[in-house]
C-alpha cells in the first residue's frame, strides 16, 4: 500500500526556470514530510523538511509547500541549476511512526 | 560524504545463498535504519535500531534478519536468497530516533543470479 506517491517518474526543466516536484499522501496522520535528493551511485541527502503545522517552508532555491486538505506537498526550485539534476524522494510519517517514502522523481534540469 | 559506511559496494550471489551487509553509523548517532530499492521502487523501510534495541520494524520478510552491536554498527543478514531480492540497501543514521535527519550510506547493490 503505497502510502506516499510521486506520480511522475521524470520531469525535464530548462535552466533557470522554475522545477516543481510534487507528492501525494494518503495517510491524514501524517504530520512531518521530508525531501531528499539522490545522485547517481549515492544514498539519498536530505533537501528540505516541514511540519504541518506551516504551510510552507523555504531554504534558499528550494520551497517546500504542503496543502494538507488536498494531502499534497510540492517542491520547487528556483531557478534550477543543471547541478538539481537527480532522484528526488519525498518522505512523510506520522507521530512516533517510520518515514514512508515515495517512488522518487528524477529531474533534469537541461543547460 | 554522509559519514555512513556500507560494505560491501557491491554483491553478486546466487539463489538460495545468504548474505550480510554491513553499517557503519555517523559518529555519535544512535539509530540505524535500513531501506531497501527495488528497480523503479522508493525506498522500502525494513527495519530501525536505537542503541542496539529493535525500534520500528516495516515490510522487512522472515527471511531477513538484522542487529546493532554495542559498537553501534550494524548488520542486515539475507538469506534463502530470491531473484526478488535484487535491490539497493541503504543504511542511514541519525543521532536520536524518530524526526531525526537520517543521513544516508552509500548503499549496497546486491544482485541474486
Known amino acids: 500500500d503505497q502510502q506516499v506517491k510521486q506520480n511522475s517518474p521524470s520531469l525535464s526543466v530548462q535552466e533557470g526556470r522554475i522545477s516543481i516536484l510534487n507528492c501525494d499522501y494518503t495517510n491524514s496522520m501524517f504530520d512531518y514530510f521530508l525531501w531528499y535528493k539522490k545522485y547517481p551511485a549515492e544514498g539519498p541527502t536530505f533537501l528540505i523538511s516541514i511540519s504541518s503545522i506551516k504551510d510552507k517552508n523555504e531554504d534558499g532555491r528550494f520551497t517546500v509547500f504542503l496543502n494538507k486538505s488536498a494531502k499534497h506537498l510540492s517542491l520547487h526550485i528556483v531557478p534550477s541549476q543543471p547541478g538539481d539534476s537527480a532522484v528526488y524522494f519525498c518522505?512523510?510519517?506520522?507521530?512516533?511512526?517510520?518515514?514512508?517514502f515515495g517512488s522518487g522523481t528524477k529531474l533534469n534540469v537541461k543547460p | 560524504d554522509s559519514g555512513v559506511t556500507q560494505t560491501p559496494k557491491h554483491l553478486i550471489t546466487a539463489t538460495g545463498q545468504r548474505v550480510t551487509l554491513r553499517c557503519s553509523p555517523r559518529s555519535g548517532d544512535l539509530s540505524v535504519y535500513w531501506y531497501q530499492q527495488s528497480l523503479d521502487q522508493g525506498l522500502q523501510f525494513l527495519i530501525q535500531y536505537y542503541n542496539g534495541e529493535e525500534r520500528a520494524k516495516g515490510n522487512i520478510l522472515e527471511r531477513f534478519s538484522a542487529q546493532q552491536f554495542p559498537d553501534l554498527h550494524s548488520e542486515l543478514n539475507l538469506s534463502s536468497l530470491e531473484l526478488g531480492d535484487s535491490a539497493l540497501y541503504f543504511c542511514?543514521?541519525?543521532?536520536?530516533?524518530?524526526?531525526?535527519?537520517?543521513?544516508f550510506g552509500p548503499g549496497t547493490r546486491l544482485t541474486v543470479l
Open positions: 518522505a512523510a510519517s506520522a507521530p512516533f511512526n517510520k518515514f514512508y
Open positions: 542511514a543514521s541519525s543521532v536520536v530516533s524518530g524526526r531525526d535527519e537520517q543521513f
